[in-house]
């Protein structure tokens, strides 16, 4: 219970620490100690308010730090005991976002940093996710990555960019980051069906909760309603992600009857809503091909050709790896195996990227071509999937023996 409740305190914390000294990495840090701190002090004695406690630990931790590293600075020793909460620090009373952990995301995509260090930024700070994880959401080296938030640390540092809660003037220049950073954040809880392994898995209702919260405040923002009818349609079909084995089930091949009608509708609502608005986007697009998958609970029948066709059209608002091979394996079931294949054959190699070896293995597949498709499965279980998928791909590699 102590790891999560460190856990869950963890954002708003560190982001008030951060707001406070202006010095992201001296918030981390004093966080860490602080946690360290929890571990053994909670044993004798466990606090009324745990973030409370955290706050006030980290905060002398941070001063302690900060003298330490300034001896010659007097007036820190002299500094008063923290008065502040954490809410204090970061959350005026009448803030008109109405969420604390959703007031962090918007302070910290700040404009100043370049967009993807801005998410990749606040997907740490905020919601604690490793850099490995971050490195591995963003298709690049985890050095690459540590290099990406150590830069845009530098650079708040430098360009002393303050940790203010954004008014409502200031709300589209983040936004588009808001929703990334929400959307990054689902995808990783998704990643591994059986939910066992890291927090990144807890993520899951706390964006679905956010991406409600948010529709709810900007319900003419069409983007907003289509990520959160996205991680709607999403959640519907979770209990259907599972085998009895634990293995992942494919969504062409999962039980319709299981998935959640309540959450289809709300997705639905929200997408229809988006919809009148008349301003597509991307994830209208996304949230449409996953409504089109879903309309199979009503129909018995995946229609392939439309969601082949959206994805052409997704592909043109979001080009990148992933919503290539995505159409890639779209065109296999819509047209045949060999279309799919060629249509995959057109996208620069991403051998390390598991999506890529996983859809490359499954075409090899169905285009008969047992021998390479085997080596591609392989390939794909050597990077470590997640536990629910590395049943799925070892289940596909031995049907092949």
């Known amino acids: 219970m102590e790891g999560r409740l460190i856990e869950a305190a963890r954002g708003r914390v560190v982001a008030a620490l951060a707001a406070r000294f202006r010095d992201l990495d001296l918030a981390e840090e004093a966080f860490a100690e602080a946690a360290a701190s929890a571990v053994e002090a909670w044993r004798r004695d466990f606090p009324d308010d745990p973030p409370a406690w955290l706050w006030r630990t980290a905060y002398r931790k941070a001063l302690d730090a900060i ?3 300034s001896t010659r600075t007097k007036a820190l020793h002299d500094a008063p005991p923290p008065e502040p909460t954490p809410e204090d ?3 005026a009373a009448d803030q008109p976002i109405p969420d604390e952990r959703l007031r962090l995301i918007f302070v910290c995509c700040h404009p100043a940093l370049d967009p993807a260090a801005r998410i990749a930024l606040t997907l740490k700070i905020v919601l604690g996710l490793s850099t490995d994880r971050l490195a591995r959401a963003f298709l690049v080296a985890e050095p690459a990555m540590l290099q990406r938030i150590t830069r845009a640390k530098k650079k708040i540092a430098a360009a002393g960019v303050p940790f203010e809660i954004p008014g409502p003037g200031q709300w589209p220049e983040r936004l588009d980051a808001v929703l990334s950073t929400l959307e990054v954040a689902y995808a990783q809880a998704y990643e591994d069906a059986a939910l066992t392994t890291d927090t990144a898995a807890t993520f899951a209702p706390e964006v679905l909760r956010l991406s409600g919260l948010l529709a709810d405040l900007l319900p003419e923002e069409p983007e907003v309603l289509a990520l959160a009818a996205l991680v709607r349609f999403a959640e519907a079909r979770r209990p259907a992600r599972l085998d009895e084995t634990g293995a992942m089930v494919p969504l062409s091949l999962q039980e319709p009857h299981l998935w959640r009608g309540d959450r289809i509708a709300e997705g639905a609502a929200l997408l229809d809503r988006a919809a009148d608005l008349a301003r597509p986007g991307p994830r209208q697009i996304l949230a449409a091909i996953h409504g089109a998958h879903l309309s199979r609970q009503e129909t018995g029948v995946t229609p392939w050709g439309d969601i082949a066709r959206l994805y052409d059209a997704l592909v043109m608002l ?10 890639a394996v779209a065109y296999a079931e819509a047209f045949d ?13 991403q051998p390390a990227w598991l999506p890529w070896q996983a859809a490359r293995a499954y075409l090899l597949d169905q285009t008969g ?16 999937p997640p536990p629910a998928e590395r049943l799925y791909l070892q289940k596909q590699r031995l049907r092949l023996n």
């Not at 195996?337 to 190699?349: K, M, S």
């Not at 591609?376 to 990077?383: F, I, V």
Request: charged residues 20%; proline residues 9%; aromatic residues 4%.
């Open 67 to 69: 003298r330490r590293a």
């Open 89 to 91: 620090a970061m959350i």
């Open 318 to 327: 979001r080009p990148g790896p992933v919503s290539a091979v995505n159409r």
């Open 337 to 349: 195996p060999d279309e799919g294949l060629r249509a995959f054959n057109a996208i620069a190699p």
């Open 369 to 384: 071509q047992r021998a390479a498709a085997a080596s591609a499965y392989d390939a794909a279980l050597a990077l470590d």
